[in-house]
């Protein structure tokens, strides 16, 4: 399998390779898919025959395609979804875990590195400055459900199962869950998510507020892409300010906060003409609204 880009791809930002697999390119790739077209980057998560687990390779890819999206200065807003109708993504590779977890107690060195590696593709997707939107058409449980859990905004099938699902089998997350399930869910839904295990239904994962909405199957990508399109039909530098601003706000007092998306609105207008240009257009649809009342 090998990534796939539109003639709207403009390669490589000038310092955003990350340290990983020689000579990483969306040509290269063998485990996801990165294409960009209309200001939408879609990555797709592309082994769907191992149900979309995570690999290493899986890692430094999603790692590279987040560093080429972030500054190609043509991407307003990301999609990021898994190939199949089976599985947005399980989680880890059992390959993997069968190896790290040999002997009594498994290898912790290894692990570390591995989790190491799997939050910097967290985070790396949590801190794109544009606007991101997770595409769940199949189950998300454990690394998936957390890479989920790093978008802004989720749009699950009806028909799909979501939750973390380690406790189970003797787990806890490690990317990340047990802090951004609360931060989206609020203290008791996610400890009863977290500590039972249980996969939450598409219904249950809107109700609490793990997803935006929940919609058929067969027009999930639909509503998706006409979610994605509005955002980019936006004004771009608005967006990743506020973006900035209420990311910037987490965990932090309402004075803080504050002072983020003072410090952020600011930014805007200091390295934008967005905020005058719109403020004249408005006067521009004022006036002409005045003229047809009269």
Known sequence: MSGTHTATDTGTAAGTSPAGPAALHPDSYETILLERADGIAWVTL??????????ERMHHELI??????????????LVFTGAGDRAFCIG??????????????????MFEVYLARMNRVAFALE????????????KARAGGFELAMACDLVLISEEARIGDVHTPYGHMP???????AVRKMGLQ??????????????AEAVSTGLALRAVPKDRLREETTALAATLAAMPGDCLRHLKAAVMGGLG????????????????????????VDGFREGQ???AARRGEAD
């Open 174 to 180: 490690g990317a990340g869950a047990s802090h951004r």
């Open 92 to 109: 880890s590779d059992l390959g993997f875990l069968g190896e790290v977890l040999a002997g009594d107690k498994g290898d912790t060195e």
């Open 189 to 202: 839904p996610a400890m009863e998510m977290l500590l039972t295990g249980r996969w939450l239904s598409a």
């Open 252 to 275: 932090v007092s309402v004075e803080e906060a504050v002072a983020v998306e003072t410090r952020e609105y600011l930014a805007l207008m200091r390295g934008s003409t967005g905020p």
């Open 46 to 55: 592309n082994r769907p025959e191992r149900l979309n687990a995570t690999t």
């Open 64 to 77: 590279d395609a987040f560093a080429r999206v972030a500054d190609d200065g043509i991407t307003k807003v």
């Open 127 to 138: 801190r794109l400055p544009m606007p991101t939107i997770a595409m769940v058409q199949a």
């Open 284 to 286: 521009r649809e004022r």
